[in-house]
């Protein structure tokens, strides 16, 4: 379609019977506001929606020309990825209310780190206990730690849009590995990895991905790595967060697929069979 680009991305899982096609979005950072918001909330979303609105497109836009290109290819589901908006606001969420709704297929959602936060109460307890469940709706009545499945494949979306994983991650994800056979996960920020750092550092001048050379708040990033790493159910990590794309193997052995920002034009289209 018009002002997008799609970059085609293959997993190959043996034994998968049937064949998906996924679409996944992030980062698109809508920044839709009314008369509701402060004055300074107002110019500092008018600042954040000039800057995303890349080429002359709004980033409201953007996701509608995604969700259009998902219904009409009939792709298996959409996989969402965070910061899809760029701040709580009504008008955002109303944004991704009818937005969602129109999809034909099934999509699954995890939060990042700009979805739930004002620059102003930034992950701030207050915006935890407000804020953060104003995306259960989307995601599936859990934005900690929700599971979808579709056909054969499992989706996991854990939310480590505070750098680091909610409380309860490494037994809810040990439960899902032990019974769960093709398992993909979706996160916000990407892990760690060698090949990865340097992209990141260049980009961001520091490395924000979560663990060893990246921000280590605490042991999860650790914990959850080793999990997923050591679990042959667990096929592949989607994520978005770096705003760029990029593609890697955690620990060496799991496959690692960052998509770029959304607000750019640019999608990537997951083809995945046996």
């Known amino acids: ?48 929606r000039r800057a995303f609105s890349i080429d002359g497109i709004a980033p409201e836009k953007r996701l509608q020309t995604y969700i259009e290109y998902a219904n009409e290819a009939r792709v298996s589901g959409v996989l969402l990825t965070g910061d899809i908006i ?43 206990r407000c804020c953060r469940p104003l995306l259960r709706r989307f995601c599936g009545g859990d934005e900690d730690f929700h599971v979808r499945k579709v056909g054969e494949l499992t989706f996991a979306a854990l939310d480590n849009s505070m750098d680091v994983y909610r409380p309860q991650t490494d037994s809810r ?31 961001w001048k520091r490395d924000i991905t979560m663990g060893q050379s990246g921000i280590v708040l605490d042991e999860s990033a650790d914990r959850i790595t080793e999990l997923l790493t050591a679990a042959p159910s667990v096929r592949a990590i989607l994520c978005g967060h770096l705003h760029f794309s990029h593609e890697d193997l955690v620990g060496g052995v799991l496959p690692q697929y960052i998509t770029a920002f959304g607000s750019l034009g640019e999608a990537a289209l997951f083809d995945i069979g046996g």
């Open 86 to 128: 760029d701040f709580p606001s009504p008008e955002n969420l109303a944004v991704l209310d009818d937005a969602l709704a129109a999809l034909k297929v099934p999509y699954v959602y995890t939060p990042g780190n700009h979805d739930w936060s004002y620059f102003d109460n930034y992950q701030t307890e207050d915006a935890v």
């Open 173 to 203: 994800l040990k439960a899902l590995l032990g019974s769960a056979e093709h398992v993909i996960i979706l996160q916000h920020v990407p892990l760690y990895c060698d090949t990865l750092h340097e992209d990141t550092v260049k980009v």
């Open 1 to 48: 379609m018009e002002n997008m680009r799609i970059l085609h991305r293959k997993i190959r899982i043996e034994g998968l019977k049937k064949h998906y096609t996924f679409l996944h979005i992030t980062d698109t950072h809508i920044a839709c506001f009314g008369k509701t918001e402060t004055a300074v909330r107002a110019e500092y979303a008018k600042e954040r």
